[in-house]
């Protein structure tokens, strides 16, 4: 029998209960709607964490201090003083893979423009600053190299802080005050959005790290550095190169540890990455049991469904169907049940991916492979779960099927 008269015969057998036959479908297309849409799920978040991430910076390794043990106690990352702008200097100088680098010194103020007042946090740092963020201005100018020397009280503003203390008027060339300190806004960024933490980056002034060291803290050392290395290839050179450098000013001997610690954004998104895959392959392992157990019910109903044509079988016998026939016939309705709920499942799973996106504001992206994995297993399961009741057809006597009432 020809594969096109198999399918013929399928679609008719299946057309006589087609309530029946729907609802057999039904887990399938449950089961492959949910994988599709979990799938979405992890692969926007996965999506989403990278965006974020690459909004932090461009290739952007951080230095910053190690902890300190006070009575055999850590007091936790950061806590030792042990960076300076001069150590910032010397990355820039004998560090070929880096690109750029800043001192960084980040602290909060309360923020005063006339009877508006806002709490944000205070990044100082140098001209590269803006470099190694990848940050660029909305309107006004970044400050100079000029800026830094003479500790020049100006500054940058976060769209968040814009805000919230300025509203619709522009801030440029207005004063604020920081701490008590006058300072000129000079400049305005363009949003960055929240962090894969759900910082809002955009409630950020930024200043000259000079201003703030001397005017506002009186610090002679820095919190972090900052550095971009020349390209994404030269990450792992420009983090050993760094090392390096840190340890020979540092005067650290072979034997002791690092008193600072290197991040590299690859870090970061490997760690982000890691933890996206095994939410999303949670969420498709869940997703997945509706599937086999939708294969179970194609096995039951296939099996109900050889019982009823007990007696049709022996008639096929009768007259020259041998058993493949018979398997294939009975495997062919078992498969053509779970490709018809695949392909509605498909459609479903689509459309629920769309609706979680637009009512949770969530980000979802359906991927090719993510379809064709689904369409690909519903078909799997037909074979799997049509092949017993198949076979248990193929291997019935044609006499005692021909006896059956």
């Not at 201090?65 to 200097?89: E, F, W």
């Not at 680098?101 to 140098?126: C, D, F, L």
């Not at 990450?235 to 000013?249: H, K, S």
Request: hydrophobic share 45%; with cysteine.
């Amino acid at each position: 029998m020809s594969i096109l008269n198999v399918l013929k015969v399928a679609m008719i057998s299946l057309g006589r209960n087609k309530m029946r036959s729907f609802l057999t479908m039904l887990g399938i297309i449950i089961g492959v709607a949910a994988v599709i849409a979990m799938l979405a799920v992890g692969q926007g978040a996965k999506e989403a964490i990278q965006t974020q991430i690459q909004s932090l910076g461009t290739n952007m390794i951080i230095i910053f201090p190690s902890a300190v043990s006070s009575g055999g106690v850590s007091n936790g990352a950061g806590t030792s003083i042990k960076l300076t702008p001069d150590d910032a200097t010397a990355i820039q100088a004998e560090c070929p893979s880096v690109e750029y680098v800043s001192p960084v010194i980040h602290t909060s103020a309360q923020t005063i423009y006339k009877n508006m007042n806002w709490r944000t946090e205070i990044q100082a740092g140098n001209t590269n600053y803006f470099s190694i963020r990848n940050w660029t201005l909305k309107e006004g100018n970044y400050f100079s190299e000029n800026d830094i020397k003479s500790d020049a009280n100006v500054c940058v503003l976060g769209q968040t802080v814009v805000q919230n203390l300025f509203g619709n008027v522009n801030p440029v060339n207005k004063l604020i005050r920081i701490n008590n300190l006058p300072f000129k806004v000079i400049g305005v960024l363009n949003p960055k959005g929240q962090t894969a933490m759900g910082n809002d980056q955009d409630d950020i002034i930024i200043a000259p790290f000079t201003t703030v060291q001397t005017k506002m803290l009186g610090w002679t050392w820095v919190n972090v550095i900052l550095a971009s290395a020349q390209s994404s290839a030269a990450i792992n050179d420009a983090e050993q190169q760094i090392t390096e450098v840190l340890r020979a000013r540092h005067h650290l001997q072979s034997w002791e540890p690092n008193d600072f610690t290197v991040r590299t954004q690859t870090d970061i998104a490997t760690a982000a990455e890691s933890t996206s895959r095994v939410l999303t392959i949670l969420l498709a392992s869940i997703a997945s049991v509706s599937l086999i157990v939708g294969g179970i019910g194609i096995m039951n109903i296939m099996l109900v469904s050889v019982t009823e044509r007990t007696r049709e079988i022996g008639i096929r016998m009768s007259i020259g169907a041998r058993g493949k026939d018979i398997l294939y016939q009975f495997l062919v309705e078992a498969i053509v049940l779970s490709l018809l709920g695949g392909l509605i499942g498909v459609l479903l799973g689509v459309a629920s991916s769309d609706l979680i996106s637009s009512l949770a504001k969530w980000t979802t992206l359906i991927s090719p492979e993510s379809i064709i994995l689904s369409f690909g297993f519903a078909g799997a399961v037909g074979i799997f779960f049509g092949f017993y009741p198949a076979r248990k057809a193929a291997l019935l006597n044609p006499i005692d099927a021909l006896r059956y009432e």
